[in-house]
């Protein structure tokens, strides 16, 4: 048991990349960290040295929205890449707030669940897993709950 137990220990979780997303809101929901262009206003995740819009690097800053959105397209993946356990849910979400649109893995649903335009939220969990064990955490998106 004993040895069972040092292996549990020794499981890292390390994020994808450091500038993805911020603390959680008291709601729960990680803000996610964008990049803004100052020229033409343009939002983008994750964060970018060059505007996507009008490719300016002179003005861009980093700016945080709030992880919630809409569900625009989503697709299953049935046969993934190393770490990352089949099958899966990617999602295409329009976040909110003048937000851009970018892809996500979605947990918490089935592909029945899912349907274009039903609201989603971001948490933070386990995107893939390395062969030594260590997992990469970032941000997924599941069904919106129902907040009073």
Not at 27 to 53: N, R, Y
Request: aromatic share 6%; glycine share 10%.
């Amino acid at each position: 048991m004993e040895k069972q137990d040092e292996e549990h220990d020794q499981i890292q979780e390390v994020p994808l990349r450091e500038d993805l997303w911020a603390e959680a809101e008291p709601d729960g929901i990680p803000e996610l960290i964008a990049s803004q262009c100052g020229l033409c206003g343009g939002i983008f995740f994750p964060t970018s040295k060059v505007c996507l819009k009008c490719v300016s690097d002179e003005d861009l800053k980093t700016v945080r929205i709030k992880g919630t959105g809409t569900l625009y397209a989503y697709t299953q993946v049935k046969r993934g890449l190393p770490g990352y356990t089949s099958p899966y849910y990617l999602g295409s979400i329009d976040l909110d707030n003048n937000g851009p649109r970018a892809v996500f893995q979605l947990e918490g649903c089935s592909l029945d669940d899912l349907h274009s335009g039903m609201r989603m939220e971001a948490c933070i969990g386990t995107v893939r897993t390395e062969e030594n064990g260590t997992r990469r955490t970032g941000p997924l998106f599941r069904p919106a709950k129902q907040r009073s």
